[in-house]
């Protein structure tokens, strides 16, 4: 099956600044790769995903790249602000309902 | 719209005890999940509906896990008898046949 490995687990940031989380996954097959923030006793809840037959995707201050070789995909948040501080998942399936989760990464910005 | 409702938030129990956890989709959703998230093994997907009909149980843990969908708009996921090990925060999620999953906010259970 699919394995998804996440990091960094912790990431701290000043505020203003980037932030990036790095997945890799196992599965060539996969195709779609979301990403989740959760919030302290909330459901996580998808920011963006991307699609294996784009290279990049940019929503605002949030950006996911995805490399198919390598087989891995980022999340970049510019210009962090306190709201972002959450926990962050990215995911990975294969055109399937299976979507197998990373280990989440929390990210704290620090005012 | 309301999003995936879930029920109740909060359930402490003892063990041995039944449990019923209650999920409504989002309207117009063809497809629920169920998962279960804990510190040791993250999200976990019990069971997945499309349709109404389960076409993957394959990460409910035991017998002692059961879920019906005997509608559209409404699932259950029972665990009888609860053990402590079972404590966990369970997510709802639906989809409309695509990979996009809305969550609900879970409901978090503990097993005395």
């Known amino acids: 099956g699919e394995n998804v490995e996440q990091h960094p687990s912790t990431l701290s940031v000043q505020e203003g600044d980037s932030a990036v989380i790095k997945c890799t996954y196992s599965?060539?097959?996969?195709?779609?790769f979301p990403w989740y923030k959760q919030e302290l006793g909330k459901g996580p809840q998808l920011i963006i995903d991307?699609?294996?037959?784009?290279g990049e995707k940019k929503d605002q201050r949030i950006a996911v790249t995805l490399n198919k070789t390598a087989k891995h995909f980022s999340l970049h948040i510019t210009e962090t602000q306190p709201e972002d501080s959450a926990v962050y998942f990215c995911?990975?399936?294969?055109?399937?309902?299976?979507?197998?989760f990373g280990a989440g990464t929390t990210v704290t910005v620090r005012a | 719209d309301a999003g995936v409702i879930q029920s109740p938030r909060h359930e402490v129990t003892e063990m041995g005890q039944e449990v019923t956890l209650r999920c409504k989709p989002i309207?117009?959703?063809?497809?629920l999940f169920w998962y279960r998230q804990t510190m040791m093994r993250g999200l976990e997907l019990l069971i997945y509906?499309?349709?109404?009909?389960?076409?993957?149980d394959s990460g409910m843990p035991e017998d002692r896990f059961s879920a019906k969908m005997p509608n559209a708009s409404f699932s259950t996921l029972k665990i009888q008898p609860s053990e402590p090990r079972d404590s966990a925060v369970y997510f709802c999620?639906?989809?409309?046949?695509?990979?996009?999953?809305?969550f609900g906010p879970g409901t978090r259970l503990t097993v005395l």
């Open positions: 999620a639906s989809s409309f046949q695509s990979d996009e999953q809305f």
């Open positions: 599965d060539s097959a996969s195709n779609y």
């Open positions: 991307i699609r294996s037959n784009v």
């Open positions: 995911a990975a399936s294969s055109n399937d309902y299976k979507l197998s």
């Open positions: 309207s117009g959703h063809n497809s």
């Open positions: 509906f499309n349709n109404n009909v389960p076409i993957d």
